[in-house]
C-alpha cells in the first residue's frame, strides 16, 4: 500500500497544483441585470463592470489574459471598489497598468478600501496623482452625474475610517459599528429622485447604505468568504467572523440592492476570481 501511494503521489501533487492555478488564476464572470422604475430608459441596457480586491495581483503575462475578460465584456463603464493594492505592496504597477488599461477605453470611477487606508499618506497621494493621470475619477466621499439623453444617474464614492474596521489596537473583532448618522455626515443627505448608484467597500453595513437611499450598491472586501461551501456560502471574512451575511452576490433590502464582488486577488477555495457585470433595466 505505501508502494502505491509513493508511486501516486507525485501525479496528485500534479493534480493539487493544476487545481490551485486553476482556482485562483481563471477567472468567472457573473452577469446580473437589475430592474428598477427609478432607471431612466436610456439607461436600458447600461453595462456596469465592478472590480475588486484586486490585490496587485498578476494574470499571466502583463494582465493580458485579465484585459481580454475585460474588453470582452465592452462596459459602458467600469467600478473599482477598493483594495486594489495590498498595504505590504512597495511596488503598484500592476494596479497602475490595470488602471492605465481600461481608462484608455471606458470611463473609470474608483474609490479607496481598507487596504489603501493603511497606506501612508505619501503613498496615497502619489497614488490618486498617478490615477488622475490616467483619466481615472476617484471619488472620495463625493458622487458625479452620469448622463444620457438629458437623463441623469447619480454615482456615489464612500470610504469611512479604518476604525470602522478595527479599534485602535488593531482588533477585527472590536470596531466601530457603522451608522447612519456617519453616512450622512460622509455624503449629506440624499435630497434628488435620481437612481443613486453607490461604490462602498465593505458590504456589511448594507442596510445603513439602503435607509440613506442608494438604490444599487456595488461592494467587495470579503472575497468571497476565501473558501466557498456550496449553498453554506462563504467561510470567512476579514473581519475574522465565520460565514459572513455579504459575501457575493445580489442581496436585497426591499427594493434597495448590492452586489458584492467575491474579488479578484488573494488565495481562495472554490471561488475563483471574478468579474461583475451588472446590466440595468429600465421598467
Known amino acids: 500500500m505505501k508502494d502505491i501511494i509513493a508511486k501516486m503521489a507525485p501525479a496528485l501533487g500534479l493534480i493539487l497544483s493544476a487545481f490551485a492555478v486553476y482556482e485562483n488564476y481563471s477567472i468567472e464572470t457573473e452577469k446580473f441585470t437589475i430592474a428598477s422604475q427609478k432607471i431612466p430608459k436610456p439607461f436600458d441596457g447600461f453595462k456596469i463592470l465592478h472590480l475588486s480586491d484586486f490585490h496587485n495581483k498578476n494574470f499571466g503575462f502583463k494582465n493580458k489574459y485579465l484585459y481580454d475578460k475585460i474588453h470582452e465584456l465592452n462596459p459602458d463603464v467600469i467600478l473599482m471598489t477598493g483594495d486594489m493594492v495590498s498595504r505590504e505592496d512597495k511596488d503598484f504597477s500592476r494596479f497602475y497598468a490595470l488602471a492605465r488599461e481600461t481608462a484608455a477605453k471606458y470611463p473609470v ?14 503613498e496615497l497621494t502619489e497614488m490618486f496623482q498617478t490615477l488622475r493621470g490616467y483619466g481615472v475619477n476617484i471619488l472620495n466621499n463625493e458622487k458625479i ?69 442608494a438604490d444599487l450598491v456595488f461592494s467587495g472586501h470579503v ?23 455579504y459575501y457575493g452576490g445580489e442581496y436585497s433590502i426591499g427594493d434597495k440592492k448590492m452586489i458584492v464582488s467575491r474579488g479578484i486577488g488573494g488565495l481562495r477555495l472554490f471561488n475563483r476570481p471574478n468579474l461583475v457585470l451588472a446590466e440595468l433595466k429600465a421598467l
Request: aromatic share 14%.
Open 145 to 213: 452625474l452620469i448622463e444620457r439623453e438629458d437623463e441623469t444617474i447619480e454615482l456615489y464614492g464612500m470610504w469611512f475610517g479604518l476604525r470602522f474596521y478595527k479599534d485602535e489596537n488593531g482588533s477585527y473583532r472590536k470596531h466601530i459599528e457603522f451608522d447612519r448618522d456617519e453616512m450622512t455626515r460622509l455624503l449629506g443627505r440624499k435630497t434628488s429622485k435620481n437612481y443613486v448608484i453607490m461604490m462602498a467597500h465593505n458590504p456589511m453595513p448594507f442596510k445603513i447604505y439602503a435607509d440613506w437611499g
Open 223 to 245: 472575497h468571497g468568504g476565501v473558501i466557498r461551501l456550496g449553498k453554506l456560502g462563504g467561510l470567512l471574512s476579514p473581519g475574522r467572523c465565520f460565514f459572513p451575511k
Open 109 to 122: 470611477y474608483y474609490t479607496v478600501g481598507n487596504h489603501e487606508l493603511d497606506l501612508s499618506d505619501e
